[in-house]
T-cell receptor, first 111, second 114 residues
Framework: AQTVTQSQPEMSVQEAETVTLSCTYDTSESDYYLFWYKQPPSRQMILVIR??????QNATENRFSVNFQKAAKSFSLKISDSQLGDAAMYFC????????FGAGTRLTVKP | KAGVTQTPRYLIKTRGQQVTLSCSPI?????VSWYQQTPGQGLQFLFE???????NKGNFPGRFSGRQFSNSRSEMNVSTLELGDSALYLC?????????????FGSGTRLTVV
């Protein structure tokens, strides 16, 4: 079974600084998708960024970018120029036949 | 375009009762999945429906069931509620059976069992 591991339960970053959230996964499949979701206190999960496993190029969405290392099965999220509104739970997810989530990382942004 | 709508937002039930939660996906989305979110277990996959058929099922007891209607709306039912069923239940929809573009989530139903 596929598993997703987020080894950082909590992270903190100063406003305007950069932070990287880690994620590793385990799979024997070659074709899959990876995602980062954000869950603010409002509870709604919001898609931050997606990565197709067959693409070597790392995905980027404005201040959010990923470092995808397929051989190492690593998928980290970098948030640049952190803003107060980035404070939330961040979940890494792996998708093949269904979607599996990591345990989440709580990000605090200090003003 | 309306998002994924879950009703009710909050629910308090007594142990032993049953409960039905509703989810209306984004218009045109045919796949609906349900997740249970708790502080201790995180997000756990319950089941997925596509075109009224259950396509995948997580590792939950038979007290948890669901269905999908022809308009893609979905319901999940939990019978004989236990205290441990207290959780945030999230519904998510996607356009097709493939999850290549991920999910759109609803805001969830907070179920408290007392």
């Amino acid at each position: 079974a596929q598993t997703v591991t987020q080894s950082q339960p909590e992270m903190s970053v100063q406003e305007a600084e950069t932070v990287t959230l880690s994620c590793t996964y385990d799979t024997s499949e070659s074709d899959y998708y990876l995602f980062w979701y954000k869950q603010p206190p409002s509870r709604q999960m919001i898609l931050v960024i997606r990565q197709e496993a067959y693409k070597q190029q790392n995905a980027t969405e404005n201040r959010f970018s990923v470092n995808f290392q397929k051989a190492a099965k690593s998928f980290s999220l970098k948030i640049s120029d952190s803003q107060l509104g980035d404070a939330a739970m961040y979940f890494c997810a792996y998708s093949s036949n269904d979607m599996r989530f990591g345990a989440g990382t709580r990000l605090t942004v200090k003003p | 375009k309306a998002g994924v709508t879950q009703t009710p937002r909050y629910l308090i039930k007594t142990r032993g009762q049953q409960v039905t939660l509703s989810c209306s996906p984004i218009s045109g989305h045919r796949s609906v999945s349900w997740y249970q979110q708790t502080p201790g277990q995180g997000l756990q996959f319950l089941f997925e429906y596509f075109s009224e058929t259950q396509r995948n099922k997580g590792n939950f007891p038979g007290r948890f069931s669901g269905r999908q209607f022809s308009n893609s709306r979905s319901e999940m039912n939990v019978s004989t509620l236990e205290l441990g069923d207290s959780a945030l239940y999230l519904c998510a929809s996607s356009l097709g059976a493939q999850l290549d573009y991920g999910y759109t989530f609803g805001s969830g139903t907070r179920l408290t069992v007392v």
